[in-house]
């Protein structure tokens, strides 16, 4: 889920960037410090957007640079567990593939992918479904679902899995093909449901008709 996390620091504004703008060597600084940082609590810090900085700074002997207190916003991305997400395949594995999400990859195994017996094919980058035939490669789009997420201090730590293996999940064309398949579905069920009242309806008339006909008699 991406949000915009309002955030408080000091920051070091270095001799080199005493030209500029004390907001502008302010932005600059942190972003230094804080873009592409995984923080257990925040998430993937993207970028920042805006900040205020105090302007009355401090020095510290023997440093030529100044320290100033400094209010930030930063656009950030917190993957929850149980969130439906969109991606697109960047790279295929041994064992399933990577989906980009937001601003990382997500590990989508083949055991995650679909009840069917997967092979995966690295050298052509696909992954081909022995049953019904359907098919995964990079850059297929598709739809899922968020299992698990572990995060880190260090980008290294940073991992999500994800599944498929829900209704209305999987490669976007996948969707398609089942959301027109239980649209049909659901036509016949009106349908038989519509002969069955109708017959029903028929089957009663007969029975009062019956009755009309046994009360003359």
Known sequence: MFSITSLRDVVRIPPNLF?????????????????????AELGYIIMIMDAKVSEMGRML????????????????????IQEIVRGEIVDITDFGAFVRIGPTDALLHLSQIM?????SDVKSGMILANQSGR?????????ARITAVSLGK?????????????????AD???????KKAKE?????????????????????????????QVKG
């Open 154 to 170: 260090a980008s290294s730590m940073g991992k999500i899995g994800i599944t498929c293996r829900q209704p209305f999940l999987g």
């Open 173 to 179: 064309e996948w969707i398609v093909e089942d959301a």
């Open 19 to 39: 030209g500029q703008s004390l907001k502008k060597a302010a932005i600059t600084t942190l972003k230094e410090k804080y873009e592409s940082m995984i923080d």
């Open 61 to 80: 002997t023997g440093d030529g640079g100044t320290f100033h207190k400094v209010e930030f916003d930063a656009l950030t991305y917190y993957p929850k």
């Open 115 to 119: 009840d069917d017996y997967l092979k």
């Open 135 to 143: 098919t995964m490669r990079v850059g297929t789009t598709l739809r």
């Open 185 to 213: 579905e659901g036509k016949d069920a009106k349908k038989t449901e519509a002969k069955t009242q109708e017959k029903s309806e028929k089957g009663k008339a007969k029975t009062e008709k019956a009755k009309i006909v």
